[in-house]
């Protein structure tokens, strides 16, 4: 059962990400949206938390990270999606767990 | 006698409508004649990153209006060193802001000031009226 993860919250803020991490297990996927999207960026005090989460998948919505100025600043390892991938990952996976 | 404004802004744009409407009120609040500051705290250094692009979220853009505030005589800008070395950011990655000084012939001065999280708290210590957001 692979399932798909979206964050919502920056990581700085909330311990969302954490709490999701946490859960995740390997061969799932972690959508990263709205303010979700700053965990992505490289360089950040979160980027080992992604970093060590081994066999999870992580992908960031593009036009979330384009409005937000940091397309060309996020991590490597990390797919960028638009709308129709979001879409896509739904379809892919068995269920959605929204981490509001 | 004027009284000092401190704006402090700790939310990113556009997952919630904080950022928006800080500047909102603080265009409104400098036709008041008042000593007015911005701090930008936390995921707030966020509402000045470079390079903003909504299209595509169907939402307006408001970051260019950030490098108006010099014209509203908003001219003290703080952003915390520590939340944008959390965030892997520098002032490289925020707009440049400048204000001009009619005292000084026009001159183009930066409006932000990189401060410490300590040198912030004095700041803060200082004024008379804190309006967060």
Redesign the interface.
Known sequence: MAMLHTV???P??TKTLESCIGLAKSGSTVLLI??GV?AA?????V?DMIKNASGINFCVL???A????????LADGIKVV??AGFVDLVTEHDSVQAWL | MAKKFMYVNRK?????IYALESLEVVLIGAAFDQDVSLAFI??GV?QL?????????G?K?F?PVYSALGDYEVTKIYIEKESLE????TLD?LQHLVWEDEDEDYAEKDSIRLVSRAELADVLDDQDVLLSF
């Open positions: 919502n919250e920056s700085f803020e709205e303010d700053y960026t490289a360089n950040n005090s980027a593009g036009p979330d384009q409005a937000r100025g940091i397309e060309g600043k638009d709308y | 990113p744009p556009y997952g919630t936390g995921d966020y990153t470079k390079g903003q692009d909504t299209k595509a979220i939402q853009n970051s959390e965030r892997g950011l990655d």
